[in-house]
């Protein structure tokens, strides 16, 4: 099947980006940079400890690199004239998109199972043991939260005109998803109903809330580990009371299902494939230029 | 069979016409040579060909198959050499034809390959990010080239080459002629078209305004080629002589120079071994082809022609035909 030399190619081609060689030995140098101050300096080491600090460098760098890993994925390919390279081989647009999608979440996912590979490793030298199931449970949740970002990359890759395109509409997500989401939920709330939301919350707030990858990422991840992330939300309309209330108690009526932390899991998928979809939709329609 | 069949093939992009109702035979085995100016839709018609672009109106069949339903097959069978393609500069040489033998499912030896186009083993494990431009071009030639396609298209395959690389461009094409390829190639460089095609179209503003062999487009045109006799002596004689035979329209003197206009390009040789029976002895003899570039020009409605017309002969004579030109301008 061509999408698989599609596929290969790309990860041979990505892998090789200096851009994303320093992101990912950036995010190396901080993931083994925490774990050893988890267990070394901090005052209270433990597994929660660690899966919870990990959180800061996971959620400020695994949504850039996936972004910047695929936001010229096809639209990049179209400007060089590398697509025309491409297709003129006789993969399909779909094969050549599904391929290239393939082949950069591998290199991106690869970057963090190595990274967590690390800590593990960093873990066993600094205390001697390995935290397995929170570091596994983290790991499965980013190498998540890295597919969503890079789909949604390329989605918007195979909609856009040029790469300059690409790249606003790119970091104009990553800026909306880390700084401005809460913002905007606590708006919508505002507005159906006149109040800041309290410590008691109807369940569309937070099926709002959750809509964003960054948000639905927490919520899988605090469900698999000990601990809870420490979040990179910056701002919180919610009254300080919040922290120190189960969620199933914020929860106005009963828990839905869609706030369950498995709905979340398959939310972030959903971020990983529904661009592509569309992507290949007008991708599949257009012309080449 | 024919290579390409178009119908009425139109693609506007806006307001704009880019390929207007083309009408198109390539016969199997032809090398044609689509020439047009700068602009005149040649990229967007083999775009159309390679369902790299949708037709807004008409259709187009290549190789018997529709390029958008049959796209994966017509490919297979057809080597493509795009305007303005890019190269993965963080993959070498030999990666991109591994990749391209993968993809068509080919089993071609990469180095062999490598070799037909004039690239060295050493270029072939360097990434296409160092490669020169012509290079590059060379590269991208060895990538269509893989799977021994029926049907080449080169969409100004000689761009960006070196007159060696331009030689072995040609050589290549003469190559996978030879072989029954098709080869279909645009280009705006007269030159480049004149030597190598048995047919040739002419496109100008998205429309196909001549298509014919060259010798038949030079007949159209009704120019003739002109021979320049310089002797010895005065050529009144052999002026009048000339003049009288079938095929010549005129002889000019000039000084010891006779100016021979003909008609007929058969008429070319008759005059020379008149001219060498003559009295006078011939001390040169130059031949000057009609080039393409009135025909183009006037068909095109340039005023300023992209290429110069050529000179070829020497002393002795050389009676040439398009075929055998092969002088570097």
Redesign the interface.
């Given at each position: 099947m061509t999408w698989t030399v599609v596929a290969r190619k790309e990860v041979a081609y990505a892998s090789r980006s200096r851009m994303l060689q320093s992101l990912g030995a950036v995010l190396f140098g901080l993931i083994g940079l925490v774990t050893l101050v988890v267990w070394r300096v901090a005052e209270d080491p433990s597994a929660e400890a660690l899966a919870s600090e990990l959180g800061v460098p996971l959620l400020l760098i695994v949504p850039i690199a996936s972004l910047i890993a695929g936001y010229t994925a096809i639209v990049g390919e179209r400007r060089s004239g590398r697509l025309a390279l491409l297709l003129g081989l006789s993969p399909t647009r779909r094969e050549v998109l599904l391929g290239t999608f393939l082949g950069r979440s591998a290199v991106v996912a690869g970057v963090v199972v190595a990274a967590f590979a690390l800590a593990a490793a960093f873990s066993a030298v600094a205390v001697g043991s390995v935290p397995f199931a929170d570091l596994v449970g983290l790991g499965a949740a980013t190498v998540l939260l890295a597919l969503a970002f890079v789909g949604i990359a390329v989605g918007i890759s195979a909609v856009a005109s040029t790469r300059g395109r690409a790249m606003a509409a790119a970091v104009g997500c990553y800026l909306v998803f880390t700084l401005f989401w809460e913002v905007i939920v606590t708006g919508v709330y505002y507005a159906v109903n006149r109040q800041l939301p309290g410590v008691e919350v109807e369940p569309w707030f937070f099926a709002l809330e959750r809509l964003s990858p960054m948000l639905a990422y927490e919520t899988v991840s605090n469900a698999l580990i000990e601990g809870e992330l420490q979040s990179v939300v910056t701002v919180d309309a919610r009254p300080p009371e919040v922290h120190a209330t189960p969620f199933d108690e914020q929860v106005i009526g009963e828990v839905p299902f869609y706030l369950e932390p498995w709905f979340s899991a398959v939310l972030l998928l959903a971020w990983a494939v529904l661009p592509v979809l569309i992507g290949l939709h007008r991708f599949e329609r257009g012309d080449l230029r | 069979m024919t290579a390409i069949r178009t119908e009425n093939l139109t693609k506007r992009y806006g307001d704009v016409l880019a390929v207007a109702g083309l009408d198109l035979v390539v016969e199997e085995g032809e090398v044609f040579g689509f020439l047009g100016p700068n602009g005149a839709g040649k990229s967007t018609t083999i775009?159309l060909l390679?369902d790299?672009?949708?037709p807004t109106d008409g259709e187009a069949r290549v190789l018997g198959l529709d390029p958008r339903s049959d796209?994966?097959e017509l490919?297979?069978r057809?080597?493509?050499l795009?305007e303005?393609?890019?190269?993965?500069e963080?993959?070498t040489g030999r990666?991109h034809l591994g990749?391209?033998i993968?993809?068509?499912e080919a089993d071609d030896d990469p180095d062999a390959v490598l070799e037909r186009v004039g690239l060295e083993p050493e270029d072939a494990g360097r990434r296409a990010g160092e490669y020169s431009r012509g290079m590059a071009k060379r590269l991208?030639l060895a990538?269509?080239l893989v799977g021994d396609p029926d049907l080449l298209v080169l969409d100004e395959p000689a761009s960006g080459l070196d007159p060696l690389g331009v030689r072995r461009m040609r050589e290549l094409v003469h190559e996978e002629a030879a072989r029954g390829t098709t080869v279909f190639f645009s280009s705006h460089v007269l030159d480049q078209v004149e030597a190598i095609c048995d047919r040739v179209g002419i496109l100008s503003g998205g429309r196909l305004v001549a298509v014919d062999t060259i010798d038949g487009l030079r007949e159209a045109e009704g120019t003739g080629a002109t021979v320049t006799l310089r002797l010895d002596g005065p050529p009144s004689r052999l002026a009048s002589e000339l003049r009288g035979m079938e095929g010549v329209a005129d002889a000019e003197i000039t000084g010891h120079a006779l100016c021979v206009h003909c008609t007929d390009p058969r008429a070319k040789a008759r005059v020379i071994a008149r001219a060498e029976r003559s009295a006078a002895t011939v001390r040169d003899l130059t031949v000057e082809e009609p080039s393409l570039e009135s025909l183009f020009a006037d068909r095109t409605g340039d005023t300023t022609p992209p290429s110069i017309g050529r000179r070829s002969g020497g002393a002795g004579g050389t009676d040439h035909t398009a075929a055998d030109v092969g002088a570097e301008s």
């Open positions: - | 775009e390679l790299y672009a949708r796209s994966r490919l297979r057809t080597g493509v795009p303005g393609v890019g190269l993965y963080r993959l990666e990749i391209a993968e993809a068509m991208a990538v269509a």
